[in-house]
């Protein structure tokens, strides 16, 4: 498969998640508790956190080499699961000293019982991460729409039948279960159980699974601090509502910039001594993320406390405000997503590693900084922060493939113009027509001015961008050849 295949089946799968994820909001809210979801929250702190000890880096290195020896493989499998039991252990040994420090003793049973989805998960991250170096990506959407339906359902029974928090324990649970079950069924591959032991071919890739690995906790911890600074220094509240902001920001970047990012390592990979197509995948992959980041998050620059106030309530307001900020970090995050991939593909993590240092320290001395100012303050310097991370990110990620930040800033002009033309026109539109009642309406202005802001920027897009149009006529192209 090409990175068009990789992403249209990558987008299948995280579009129906995000589908699910919606629906569990829908429907499971219902049912549990907002307490439920609060232990479940501190829950997935630590599991996530586990995930990161978990791995290692090493399923990454099984995409990114191009020569792969089956005793590398059969290693890094031991490893997984010795590394997931040592994870499951800690959390099993340390779930007491956590709910005391929460005051729950309810925490105990469900971290417990969570914690399992590490030593089952263990078993199929290899046979995932083999797929993936295939680009098998209609496997993985298939085993993970599967994975989604099953587990929802589980939640949804378990949740009317009033078990609580733990119809969300059980839906992680049935996910690694049968997530586990059809990726083994779905690859296999020589296991040595002789060889279990045999863990020195690990070698081979642990210079380039431990700077990756380095990069991920350093990135973790500096990604997690603005939250522990706003809840020490500023207050609960304070955390609330940034908290929220940074959720809704995140949700569309996320889900957009995963696609490409899972897509992009295994094709990026094998072309990895060829600068120049790495060069023409990231550029590409930088157009159509922008094509659909960018004029979201700049509608939301100025319609921000609008759409929050409609959508949420008058209480929240003050995420809005945030919100407006936030939205342009969003722009240049979305663009700084591509770099883990092409810095994996071209084996340079001990770059990405150094980098990812450097972002913290600026990261972490916004946040010292803003933390002396309210909410919205530290929002803003948060931004400035973001825009010196992206803009170092996004300059040496081009340096390594022979390419220029020129090339990326000329990928994404366009992009930018006809957002930012299409927000002054409805911006100015808007006033005109907040003199009739019907349109003094919050949701009829908001659902108004977002439709008639796409379509003024598809109508650009379509008409002006030379980009949109190579890649428009090379699909359809390539669906005639099919």
Known sequence: MNLLENVKWASVSQIFKVIVQIANLVILTRFIKPDDYGLMAISMVFINFGLLLKDQG????????????????????????????????????????????????????????IALIFPIGAFSSVHVALLERESKFKIIAFVELTCSIVSFIVAIILAYLGYGVYALVFQAISYSVMNTFLLIFSKRFSISISGSLKLAPIKEVLSFS?????????????????????????????????????????????????????????????AQNDNKNIERMYL???????????????????????????????????????????????????????SGSIFMAKDKTKFLLRLGSAGACIHITGFIIGVNFDIVSFSKIYVVTTVINSILVIYFTTLIIDSSIFKVFSRVKGILAYSLVSLIIVVNLSRFLDEYAIFQNGIVNILLNSFIYACLYLSMIAVLSSHAKLAINNLIHRNSNS
């Open 210 to 270: 431990v700077n990756l690995f380095l990069f991920n906790i350093i990135n973790f911890f500096s990604r997690n601090l603005d939250n522990i600074l706003i809840g020490r220094f500023l207050g609960v509240i304070s955390l609330g509502t940034y908290n929220l902001a940074y959720r809704i920001m995140q949700f569309p970047l996320q889900s957009i910039t995963f696609v490409f990012s899972r897509a992009l390592l295994p094709v990026a990979s094998k």
């Open 58 to 113: 090493l399923s990454k290195a099984i995409i990114q080499k191009l020569e792969l020896k089956a005793e590398v493989v059969n290693a890094i499998f031991w490893c997984g699961i010795y590394t997931s039991i040592l994870v499951y252990l800690i959390i099993f040994l340390s779930a007491d000293f956590i709910a005391g420090f929460y005051e729950s003793e309810e925490l105990t049973h469900i971290l417990r019982m």
């Open 284 to 338: 590409n992959s930088v157009f159509s993320i922008a094509f659909l980041v960018f004029p979201l998050m700049i509608f939301l620059t100025n319609f921000g406390v609008e759409t929050v106030t409609v959508f949420i309530g008058e209480e929240w307001k003050v995420t809005g405000e945030i919100l407006e900020w936030l939205a342009i970090c969003s722009c240049f995050q979305c663009i700084n997503s591509l």
